[in-house]
DNA sequence: GGTCGTATGATTGTCAACAATCCGAGGAGT
DNA sequence: ACTCCTCGGATTGTTGACAATCATACGACC
């Protein structure tokens, strides 16, 4: 009879909370190493230390927060050796979302949503907007997970991502240098889309595996997925 | 001058409870759907709701628990289209540790440790004790990620392993009747041990994947990781 | 001068009480 | 018999206060 509408199941506010600083700490207001008072912040989101302690025990469990016992939490710093780890590991859940796309997904429905990403960073460039640039490129690898439908990866792919994001940040001094290849960013993702469009499986996990790649060696100079972790693996 | 001490940081009494709450979920003592009720399970812990909310936020991140506004927090329920999802991302970690490895790992080292793991697994086997058996598979495949030496990689396998063995627990009955394959999955596991000793990454590959999908065709017959997911994917 | 001990302030960890919400039983009304 | 309303018990959500621990500054002592 009515259009099927779902339970509604309210967002816990330790969830709200999460996202928000979970937000912070992707766009750097949390820079790593920060400690997170919590009378501060308690202060700043209006309720009290309890929901604001158990938003932040998520965070610890995703691995954006670290704690130290009657000391506090900070949020993560990142080694060198921590781009390869996040890489080599959303190169895993994005190839597993691939499979799962190309294998039994509506391809040419996400291929469109994949393509207005993809719209977007060429748009970003052309206005010379780095920030909008990395915004739209990540949008297509979340897109990318969400269009997969596997709850697990996307879970592991937010955390990844937000990560991904923090790496970009600490590194913004080294990454514009290499801004000039912004046109074979954009030609990469398109590949991708085509090839999920053709239903190409291996050329689609080879262009991804490579695109990872690509992004380990622009941010730490001298490693590659395919060389191996670095010496001290995290 | 001293031996590398390490920094001491005492685990939080959240991280103490979630780890036994996890160790609940995984062997059946709190089946799925399961309630968990503050008051009893604080007074079991002998701890005020306070911490014990904080342990369960965490596992609600990690997606072991689900939350009902007021209503309160259950163990999830696996539905059958979950199989799939959970060993195609078990696949996809363990691909990317099995990767780390052969690439840049002590091969020899980490064989010795998986060939102990699937010792266990024969003896188990003759002593016809499916839980050891069991419980000696699962130590295989940690291991195998503990060795990659991956932070990331192993934080999501161990959600993984848990939900895994919550697949085996709840579909125990067919589970039992494929029992007489033990010798199979025993040489499943040494070719895998084989082939990273040579360190042949393809096979490698290959082998890992065929292993879970043999899970898969077990645990959910008629699916496989290689003909994609179920229509009512999760 | 340097090191150790001590006190002080601030922060985290824990708890018990209060408020808000949900669930079920019971009864009135149709 | 069925539906709706209401009420009571139980559970969750939130808060402020208290205890324990840590970091820093200051002063005593060698």
Redesign the pocket.
Known sequence: MLPDLEPVNRE???AIIARQLREAIMTGSLPPGT?????ELAARF??????L?EAMQRLVSEGLLR?E?????FVIDLEPADVYDIYSARCAVERAAAMRLVRGGDRERVAGILADAVKDMAEADKQDDPAALTEADLRFHEALIEASGSRRLARMARTLLIETRMCLSALQGTYRKDYQDVDERVTEHNRIIQALRAGDEAKLLGLLEAHMDDAVQRLAPGTSLYSGPAPAAS
């Open positions: 816990s506010t330790a400690q997170l008072g919590e009378t209006e309720v009290s230390r309890g929901p302690r704690s016992r009657h000391r506090g939490l």
